[in-house]
């Protein structure tokens, strides 16, 4: 008796939050063109996984907890919805078998190689994205140019704030002009760049108006997902 092969998914590791999750957001199923199972990990607003290191051990123990359940129940790769988690890739990594890219910055190696050059990371928190993270993701700090939108309020108020404060409504267009303003002065501080990279995993969906308004290859975290799961499954 054969039995029928599951549909492969992918899990998403999600911060706690209540703002929206558009289309596009690494944490929006609909952004994904494949089945997917997001597990929200319980304390883990935005200030607790937005710094420059680890979360606290037992946040952690719950990021990896997660990782394995989802592993079990069948997920073929896992993804987070926060860049920031690069600096506990390894740790939850290596607690399961399954493909983990918890940060889109892991993909900076392949964008090195394939954009000679600057490259430009596009950030929710400027200060937070330190030598501990910059590390975690094997970046030398003198190859790349950072803007954080930690100075743009509508950013701010929606995806950095504590929980309970967290915007719970959002004007798109605001948000993506935003968004391209700060890619704009980013290249305009550093005209060389090659290519720009989104370490932020509410980005990916301003991603098309950032090509527009720079001009340049952008990167994020979602094309990877996509490549992790043709690559741990068999037709």
Known sequence: MMTARLEPFIGILALDTTFPRI?????????????SKVVIIDGADSPAIVRDG????????RFIEAAVDLEKSGASAIVSTCGFLVSSQKKIAAAVKIPVMLSSLTLYPVIAATCPGKIGILTASRQALGPNALAAAGIAPERVAIAGMDGEPVFTQTF????????????????????????????KSEPSLSAILLECGNLPPYADAIRKATGLPV?????????MLAANNID
């Open 219 to 227: 990167f994020h975290l979602l094309d990877a997902a996509a490549l």
């Open 23 to 35: 289309k596009g957001d690494v944490g929006c199923p609909d952004s994904y063109p494949f089945a």
């Open 54 to 61: 680890e979360p606290d051990g037992a946040l952690l123990e």
């Open 160 to 187: 950095l704030a504590t929980k309970e404060k967290q915007n719970r409504t959002f004007e798109r267009e605001a948000m993506e002009a935003a968004v391209c303003n700060t890619a704009r002065a980013l290249c």
